[in-house]
């Protein structure tokens, strides 16, 4: 089973970006859809982003156009740019590979 390790998170003013990383201990070639997930307080967990291993995309409407997902097989990383974060933004984001999850890394949208 992969482990997943995610980084990039911290404290962004709004309209600001970040980039989330996540970094696989082993190949990610076989993994078919990897993904980033968030969790806002007292919110359930939910889709953020999805991507495939042929590089289909498919994005929640509350992110669409500002977000954008990538993996990089080569380096065993995938990725999240977020643009223009909005303070609804602010959760814990996890990444997610086939039934594997990351430990998650916190995104703070405030002023």
């Known amino acids: 089973q992969v482990q997943l390790v995610e980084s990039g998170g911290g404290l962004v003013q709004p309209g600001g970006s970040l980039r989330l990383s996540c970094a696989a201990s082993?190949?990610?070639?076989?993994?078919?859809?990897m993904g980033w997930y968030r969790q806002a307080p007292g919110k359930e967990r939910e889709l953020v982003a999805q991507?495939?291993?042929?590089?289909?995309?498919n994005y929640a409407d509350s992110v669409n156009g500002r977000f954008t997902i990538s993996r990089d097989s080569a380096k065993n990383m995938m990725y999240l740019q977020m643009n223009s974060l909005k303070a609804e933004d602010t959760a814990v984001y996890y990444c997610?590979?086939?039934?594997?999850w990351g430990q998650g890394t916190r995104v703070t949208v405030s002023s």
């Open positions: 997610r590979g086939g039934s594997s």
């Open positions: 991507i495939t291993k042929y590089g289909s995309t």
């Open positions: 082993r190949s990610i070639f076989s993994i078919y859809v």
